[in-house]
């Protein structure tokens, strides 16, 4: 699996969110429907305010409720961009806030979103139990390239950690 350990400055995710229900394989029709939802202006907007890597559309995962590890419950998820504007945001749009933290970020190329999905997995059963980090509570941040050939997409997932020690 690969990763790189990444220190990022805050930044905020503009977008839209919806609660769905936790899920582990094949495509999310809630994530489907909420991204068939986004306007062409909407989008048009949002990408404006995209100022850091990857100057793409994101994908977001938090406020998790327990239950999670046993696909149980919600979460709330948002599509947008990743900015470090301060201000100009439309209301229309949610925010979340994100502070300066450490990232495991873990890149994959595969079909979609299988791939994406297992390194989901392997991250959970795998790395994070024999590495020296630990979850952080923040977004789990998610992105894909081109997806016209769906049995060979790039994409990465982003997420939050600390030494286990504390350090």
């Known amino acids: 699996m690969d990763y790189k350990i990444e ?5 905020k995710i503009v977008g839209v969110k919806k609660r769905i229900p936790i899920q582990f ?34 994908n977001a995962s938090y406020n ?5 590890m046993e696909e149980k419950g919600g979460l709330d998820h948002m ?12 209301e229309e749009f949610d925010v979340v806030e994100v502070p300066a933290l450490t990232w495991a970020v873990f890149s994959s190329k595969g079909e979609f979103p299988t791939v994406m ?4 997995g392997k991250i959970a059963s795998e790395w994070l139990p024999s590495s020296d ?8 941040i998610s992105f894909t390239g081109d997806l016209s050939n769906p049995s060979n997409v790039y ?3 982003w997420i939050a950690v600390k030494n286990k020690g504390g350090i």
């Open 7 to 11: 220190k990022k400055e805050a930044f």
């Open 25 to 58: 394989e094949g495509e999310s029709q809630e994530i489907i429907k909420l991204a068939k939802s986004i306007t062409p202006e909407q989008r048009e907007k949002m990408y404006s305010y995209a100022n850091m890597q990857p100057n793409k559309i994101v």
């Open 64 to 68: 998790f409720d327990t239950g999670r």
């Open 79 to 90: 599509i947008g961009f990743l900015t470090t504007k301060e201000s100009g945001i439309d």
């Open 117 to 120: 999905q297992e390194t989901w």
């Open 133 to 140: 980090y630990e979850l952080v509570e923040a977004p789990e």
């Open 155 to 157: 994409s990465e997932i």
